[in-house]
């Protein structure tokens, strides 16, 4: 797993991807850094909750990470409308069989 430290930027990472300029004054972003700061290793002891705090904050940055990446292909495969039969055919890398005179498949 990775070190909090990594994950702490990495959420704050994805924080400023969805939010913008403006994420530093959000409640979030407030609330990630004090959850981070009060759950700070203070010595060698071993603590339960802390580890399932630093279990918490991996797995809600790896929500975030899969969330911006669904948005993207959302936008990619979705956000134009219908396409045609050519286009769906190209995108998975196949071609359409053409009719004898050289004409291209009709609807």
Same mark, same amino acid.
């Given at each position: 797993?990775?070190?909090?430290?990594?994950?702490?930027? %990495?959420?704050? #990472?994805?924080?400023?991807?969805?939010?913008?300029?403006?994420?530093?004054?959000?409640?979030?972003?407030?609330?990630?850094?004090?959850?981070?700061? #009060?759950? #700070?290793?203070?010595?060698?002891?071993?603590?339960?909750? =802390? =580890?399932?705090?630093?279990?918490?904050?991996?797995?809600?940055?790896?929500?975030?990470?899969?969330?911006?990446?669904?948005?993207?292909?959302? =936008?990619?495969?979705?956000? #134009? +409308?219908?396409?045609?039969?050519?286009?769906?055919?190209?995108?998975? +890398?196949?071609?359409?069989?053409?009719?004898? %005179?050289?004409?291209?498949?009709?609807?």
């Amino acid at each position: 797993m990775s070190p909090p430290l990594r994950v702490c930027r %990495g959420i704050l #990472k994805e924080l400023r991807a969805s939010m913008g300029q403006s994420y530093r004054q959000s409640l979030a972003y407030n609330y990630v850094l004090d959850q981070f700061r #009060k759950n #700070k290793v203070t010595g060698d002891r071993y603590c339960r909750a =802390q =580890q399932e705090a630093h279990h918490d904050s991996h797995t809600y940055l790896c929500l975030l990470t899969a969330t911006r990446h669904h948005l993207a292909l959302h =936008q990619l495969y979705h956000g #134009k +409308g219908e396409r045609s039969i050519e286009q769906a055919a190209d995108m998975v +890398g196949l071609r359409l069989p053409t009719q004898p %005179g050289g004409k291209g498949w009709e609807k």
